[in-house]
């Protein structure tokens, strides 16, 4: 049972380390990840919460005879669900976060929230599955990193909103881009279970929107990184005099210009000054007398 569990979580852990090690700057909290983590596996019971009504409404169903069941059960029963149980948990542990200080923070913490659904989900799938070891293997290169994905994504507008950027299509992309991401995917998922004919061209397909996703979460990751470094870079002085490459400078060339705070310095014209120009009188002796202590 050990190595089955092990099977399932190792992918979790793996990609929770490597977001880790992205936040090299201010690494936040171990025990703020594992937190972030338990409110993701607490997520997967509020999916089931948010599924209920959609049942009773009939828009899932577990009996997918066609690809417009698919393309239904994708939304309703899992994309939609699953990514608003993920925003409500990490709302509601980001909200009195006083270490969400960056603008990768958002991704660390949406992806640990996210690897815990996706833990959870993983271990029900590989402990009841008949085998097991080709189930993990198999979720390990694909389930798991599209929930990292999705997360990713979520986590990267949530960061763009919670810092400054109110306008209303971010506020959307916080959940649609990750609920339209994980609709296409299960999409394709439950499609090829009804048309095994076009197994191949659904799977070439999968494997397109793998690489997509993953390149889009480089790309996004990089672009908070670059901002946060920029954020913590102090600016340059004003007083600071620029360097002079001294092997490359030649003798007959103007010096380069000062910079704009020593432009304003008052400049001292040293050809217009006479040496021959007496001393200014000295001050007159204090009390009236003159400078030999006498009175007038």
């Known amino acids: 049972m050990l190595v089955v569990l092990a099977t399932a979580l ?31 596996v607490g997520s997967t019971l509020v999916t089931m919460i948010l599924v209920t009504p959609l049942q009773l409404l009939g828009l899932v169903d577990n009996q997918m005879g066609s690809v417009t069941d698919a393309v239904s059960t994708a939304l309703f029963a899992a994309a939609i669900p699953e ?31 996210g690897l815990g659904f996706a833990g959870a989900e993983n271990v029900l799938y590989v402990v009841f599955s008949e085998d097991w070891l080709i189930t993990g293997i198999v979720r390990a290169l694909t389930a798991v990193p599209a929930h990292f994905a999705m997360a990713c994504a979520m986590g990267y507008f949530y960061s763009k909103r919670h810092f400054g950027d109110r306008s209303k299509l971010t506020m959307v992309c916080i959940l649609a881009v990750p609920i339209i991401i994980h609709w296409v995917y299960d999409a394709l998922a439950f499609s090829e279970g009804v048309l095994p004919a076009m197994s191949v061209a659904i799977n070439i397909m999968f494997v397109a929107l793998i690489v997509v996703m993953y390149k889009k979460t480089m790309r996004r990751i990089a672009k908070l990184q670059k901002i946060d470094k920029a954020r913590m870079t102090p600016p340059p002085s004003p007083y600071e005099v620029p360097p002079i490459d ?51």
């Open 10 to 40: 190792l992918p979790v852990f793996i990609l929770g380390w490597w977001i880790y090690r992205k936040d090299s700057m201010r690494p936040e909290p171990l025990p703020m990840l594992f937190k972030a983590f338990l409110f993701g």
């Open 83 to 113: 990514e608003t149980a993920k925003l409500i948990m990490l709302w509601l542990f980001l909200r009195n976060n006083k270490y969400y200080d960056e603008y990768l923070d958002g991704i660390v913490y949406a992806a640990c929230v």
């Open 246 to 296: 001294m092997t490359q400078r030649r003798y007959d060339m103007p010096l380069p210009p000062l910079p704009p705070a020593q432009q304003d310095m008052p400049q001292v014209d040293v050809t217009q000054q006479r040496y021959d120009t007496p001393p200014p009188p000295p001050p007159p002796f204090p009390g009236g007398g003159d400078n030999n202590g006498q009175q007038a």
